[in-house]
């Protein structure tokens, strides 16, 4: 019987991920309930189960439900993300946001400003930026094979390369269009509507269990390049199969939200604090960030309506002073070495 059972590690990451679920779920409903046109949660409730009124289906089916599922896949996807990069590099500011990846992403705002294109191509763009980014960025770090320190650093320098490309192409657009690509780069869920939430479903359930399977090979790299290899594990390989689908996780959140900040940071650091070191914390990481982001855009909605802030203000402002105290502990860790 013991054989059966699952390693400590394993039920605290499971329990951890079910309560997270539960209250990323609760703050969707609530952010459906609310609004300038308030509905019951008993309301809410109903008309998911196809029991509600005719206004009802309208507000909640048609104008909220595909914002505040939008929102949970996009978070779950940067949370993902975040949690393989910062592993896979062994560093915690390794997120896709901080190394360049959603840059490179990002960078699909050209195809808004020079080709006026539609959300396929805008897609399409940015899962070719993020993949030909992060490639980049491991084939420039890469010396005997990859350090988070090495990783983190080119990554900047990418990222860093990657916005002037994107400012500068700001500059040539049109009025119209560069308010367009400056609403989607600082981050939005705004008018998120099912043409959004269908190829966001899909991609994640093609990805999410690509990234499970392939993540429980964590912990054997964890052991360092040359015990893996003894254990049979194709290192590289598989570091790059880790890196490019959390890459396109990345892109695809990126796609439908815009780069988003700090999410993927934060995410997978919260989890790995609930869940302890022992395990790679991946489905934790996507559930807190699913709850971060359905959160942040609540209060984006709310604090100041009927105005309503960019999701991205929000995630920015709670993530900032996140960021500031994982350098001023590595500086600490630093110095005392």
Known sequence: ????????????????????????????????????????????????????????ELIVRTLRLPRALTGLLVGAAFGLSGAIFQRVARNPLASPDIVGINAGAAAAVTLIVLFDATSTRVTLGALAGAALTVLAIYLLAYKRGVTGYRFVLVGVGASAMLFAVTQYMLTRAELYDAQRAFVWLTGSLNGRGWDYV???????????????????????????????????????????????TAATLAAVATAAAGPVAFVALVSPQVARRLVGGCSAALAPSAAFGALLLVSADL????IFAPTELRVGVVTAILGAPYLLFLLARANRIGVAG
Do not use: Q, Y
């Open 299 to 302: 209060v984006a909605r709310r």
């Open 198 to 244: 269908r190829p966001l479903t899909i991609a994640l359930a093609v990805l999410v269990p690509a990234a499970l399977a392939l993540g429980r090979r964590l912990r054997i790299l964890d052991l360092g390049d040359d015990a893996a290899r003894g254990l049979g594990v194709r290192v590289e390989a598989t570091r790059t199969g880790l890196l490019l």
């Open 1 to 56: 019987m013991a054989a059966l059972s699952l390693p400590r590690p394993d039920r605290r990451a499971l329990a951890v991920t079910l309560v997270v679920a539960a209250a990323a779920c609760g703050v969707f409903a609530w952010s459906i309930s609310l609004g300038d046109f308030p509905v019951p949660m008993g309301d809410v409730v109903a008309t998911l189960l196809g029991g509600g009124d005719a206004d009802s």
